[in-house]
């Protein structure tokens, strides 16, 4: 069982950055791939990042690539989101989410944990 807690999320303007972090709970969190997904209302949630179980290996979608950078730090459970050049269309809520498989990380319905969400709002 892992517990998720996403924090960090906030108000900002265009071109700026904002910091997510996942803090999580088990001990079994090094075995699990991280990702962090997003979803505005009226569309499905979709994948913006992935990190496998060492840290070495990252998965970016191609609206964020370049701009965001997923990490992780298995000694102190928690998985982060540096996002920088922040546009409008970034607005959304961002989640944190666990999958124990490491296959299909872009696929929602693979990952087995979630957390509750935290708000990013982008200004124009």
């Known amino acids: 069982q892992v517990q998720l807690v996403e924090s960090g999320g906030g108000l900002v303007q265009a071109g700026g950055s904002l910091r997510l972090s996942c803090a999580a709970s088990g001990r079994t969190f090094s075995s699990y791939v991280m990702g962090w997904f997003r979803q505005t209302p009226g569309k499905e949630r979709e994948f913006v990042a992935a990190?496998?179980?060492?840290?070495?290996?990252?998965f970016y979608a191609d609206s964020v690539k370049g701009r965001f950078t997923i990490s992780r730090d298995n000694a102190k459970n928690t998985v982060n989101l540096q996002m920088n050049s922040l546009k409008p269309e970034d607005t959304a809520v961002y989640y944190c989410?666990?999958?124990?498989?490491?296959?299909?990380?872009?696929?929602?319905?693979?990952?087995?944990?979630w957390g509750q969400g935290t708000q990013v709002t982008v200004s124009s």
């Open positions: 989410a666990a999958n124990a498989q490491g296959r299909y990380l872009w696929d929602r319905y693979r990952y087995d944990y």
């Open positions: 990190i496998y179980w060492s840290g070495g290996t990252t």
